[in-house]
């Protein structure tokens, strides 16, 4: 017996993957959107938290330019109350400045694990913990070379 997706938790699940298939297909409008007007992102490396929808589109905008053909895989994801836990897989090319390392045409593969608090039907908050040692090494590190 098929089941309606009628909870919260389903419903914010299925929110979360049509925000990462609209990040992949590159609709940053559609993705702010998504977001509630006073957004707040926990990022790695800074001590407080960042606030507000344009310094969201900022990151995703510098990794859209950094990394145009980004693939977004969501390899687990699950929800507790307004809140939703994702293991993601992301893939690209560098063809454009990121973190102020020039396009090196690499190919990057890195993982993040993300959790999202939802308000209504909106995405509030974000806490997010990219590999970014991984994908720093990837783009700046000598290409190999055989010998």
Same mark, same amino acid.
């Given at each position: 017996? &098929? +089941? @309606?997706? #009628?909870?919260?938790? $389903?419903?914010?699940? &299925?929110?979360?993957?049509?925000?990462?298939? +609209?990040?992949?297909?590159?609709?940053?409008?559609?993705?702010?959107?998504?977001?509630?007007?006073?957004?707040?992102?926990? *990022?790695?490396?800074?001590?407080?938290?960042?606030?507000?929808?344009? +310094?969201?589109?900022?990151?995703?905008? &510098?990794?859209? /330019?950094?990394?145009?053909?980004?693939?977004?895989?969501?390899? #687990?994801?699950?929800?507790?109350?307004?809140?939703?836990? *994702?293991? *993601?897989?992301?893939?690209?090319?560098?063809?454009? $400045?990121?973190?102020?390392?020039?396009? +090196? $045409?690499?190919?990057?593969?890195?993982?993040?694990?993300?959790?999202?608090?939802?308000?209504?039907? @909106?995405?509030? /908050? /974000?806490?997010?913990?990219p590999d970014m040692i991984?994908?720093?090494?990837?783009?700046?590190?000598?290409?190999?070379?055989?010998?």
């Amino acid at each position: 017996m &098929a +089941t @309606k997706m #009628d909870t919260t938790v $389903d419903k914010n699940l &299925a929110r979360l993957r049509t925000a990462y298939a +609209t990040l992949e297909r590159g609709d940053l409008d559609a993705c702010v959107e998504m977001l509630t007007e006073n957004f707040i992102a926990n *990022v790695p490396g800074v001590p407080d938290p960042l606030y507000g929808r344009e +310094t969201w589109r900022l990151g995703a905008q &510098a990794m859209l /330019e950094g990394f145009p053909d980004l693939q977004i895989n969501v390899e #687990d994801m699950f929800g507790v109350d307004d809140n939703v836990a *994702v293991r *993601v897989h992301f893939r690209g090319t560098h063809r454009g $400045d990121f973190q102020g390392v020039a396009a +090196t $045409d690499r190919q990057v593969s890195f993982r993040s694990i993300e959790i999202y608090r939802i308000d209504g039907d @909106k995405i509030a /908050e /974000e806490w997010v913990a990219p590999d970014m040692i991984s994908l720093m090494q990837q783009i700046s590190s000598p290409p190999a070379t055989d010998q």
